[in-house]
C-alpha cells in the first residue's frame, strides 16, 4: 500500500528565508567591515597591520580593497547605516560621501548622451539627475553591497536617474507638442 508523503515545502520559501536571515547578519557585518577599516586606517600604510587588516576585510566582501577612495567611501556607507535614518550623524556621513564622490571627479560623464543635446540642456538634465541620484542614494544607504565598489553602485544609480529624466524629458516633450496627445489629455 503506497502512502502519501507530506508535501514539499514551495522553493520560494526557502529563497525567502535565506534573504531573511542575510538580512539579519548584515548589520553584524557592517560592523565588522567598519571595524577593520578603522584598523587598516590606524595603522601606517603599507604595513604588516595594515595589510593584514586590509586582507580580513577581502575575505568579508570578496574584492580587494587597495584603492584609498574605495576604502574611505565604504567607511562612510557603513557609519552612516550605523546611524538610525533620520539622525544627524547619518546625515553628515552621507554628505561628506557625496562631497568625496564629487571632487573625486570619478563621477560618471555620461558622454554617450551630450552628443544628442545642446550643452545647456545636457547640463541642466545631467544636473537634475545628479540630484535625483544623491537623493536616492541618502535615502537608500541599506540598498549597497560591500562585495561590490561603492563608485559603481552611485554610477549605476547615477545612470539610471538620468535614464528617468531623459525619459520624463520626452514624455514632457511630447505632451506639449503633439496634438493627438494634447487632445486625448483634455477629454
Same mark, same amino acid.
Given at each position: 500500500m503506497h502512502t502519501k508523503s507530506s508535501p514539499q515545502p514551495l522553493p520560494r520559501f526557502r529563497v525567502q528565508e535565506a534573504s531573511h536571515q542575510s538580512l539579519n547578519i548584515s548589520i553584524p557585518m557592517d560592523q565588522q567591515l567598519l571595524a577593520?577599516?578603522?584598523?587598516?586606517?590606524?595603522?601606517?600604510?603599507g604595513s604588516i597591520p595594515q595589510q593584514q587588516a586590509l586582507a580580513q576585510l577581502a575575505q568579508l566582501t570578496g574584492r580587494t580593497h587597495e584603492d584609498s577612495l574605495e576604502r574611505q567611501l565604504l567607511e562612510l556607507i557603513l557609519e552612516a547605516r550605523s546611524h538610525p535614518s533620520e539622525s544627524v550623524s547619518r546625515q553628515q556621513r552621507l554628505t561628506r560621501l557625496i562631497i568625496i564622490i564629487e571632487q573625486s571627479g570619478r563621477l560618471t560623464r555620461l558622454r554617450k548622451y551630450a552628443?544628442?543635446?545642446p550643452t545647456s540642456m545636457f547640463t541642466d538634465l545631467y544636473n537634475e539627475a545628479k540630484q535625483k541620484a544623491w537623493m536616492y542614494i541618502?535615502?537608500?544607504?541599506?540598498? +549597497?553591497? %560591500?562585495?561590490?565598489p561603492i563608485l559603481a553602485w552611485v554610477n549605476s544609480n547615477f545612470?539610471?536617474?538620468?535614464l528617468d529624466v531623459l525619459n520624463e524629458q520626452k514624455f514632457r516633450r511630447t505632451?506639449? +507638442?503633439? %496634438?493627438f496627445v494634447l487632445e486625448k489629455i483634455r477629454l
Amino acid at each position: 500500500m503506497h502512502t502519501k508523503s507530506s508535501p514539499q515545502p514551495l522553493p520560494r520559501f526557502r529563497v525567502q528565508e535565506a534573504s531573511h536571515q542575510s538580512l539579519n547578519i548584515s548589520i553584524p557585518m557592517d560592523q565588522q567591515l567598519l571595524a577593520l577599516l578603522l584598523q587598516a586606517r590606524s595603522h601606517l600604510p603599507g604595513s604588516i597591520p595594515q595589510q593584514q587588516a586590509l586582507a580580513q576585510l577581502a575575505q568579508l566582501t570578496g574584492r580587494t580593497h587597495e584603492d584609498s577612495l574605495e576604502r574611505q567611501l565604504l567607511e562612510l556607507i557603513l557609519e552612516a547605516r550605523s546611524h538610525p535614518s533620520e539622525s544627524v550623524s547619518r546625515q553628515q556621513r552621507l554628505t561628506r560621501l557625496i562631497i568625496i564622490i564629487e571632487q573625486s571627479g570619478r563621477l560618471t560623464r555620461l558622454r554617450k548622451y551630450a552628443h544628442s543635446y545642446p550643452t545647456s540642456m545636457f547640463t541642466d538634465l545631467y544636473n537634475e539627475a545628479k540630484q535625483k541620484a544623491w537623493m536616492y542614494i541618502c535615502n537608500n544607504p541599506e540598498l +549597497y553591497r %560591500p562585495e561590490k565598489p561603492i563608485l559603481a553602485w552611485v554610477n549605476s544609480n547615477f545612470k539610471y536617474k538620468f535614464l528617468d529624466v531623459l525619459n520624463e524629458q520626452k514624455f514632457r516633450r511630447t505632451c506639449f +507638442y503633439d %496634438p493627438f496627445v494634447l487632445e486625448k489629455i483634455r477629454l
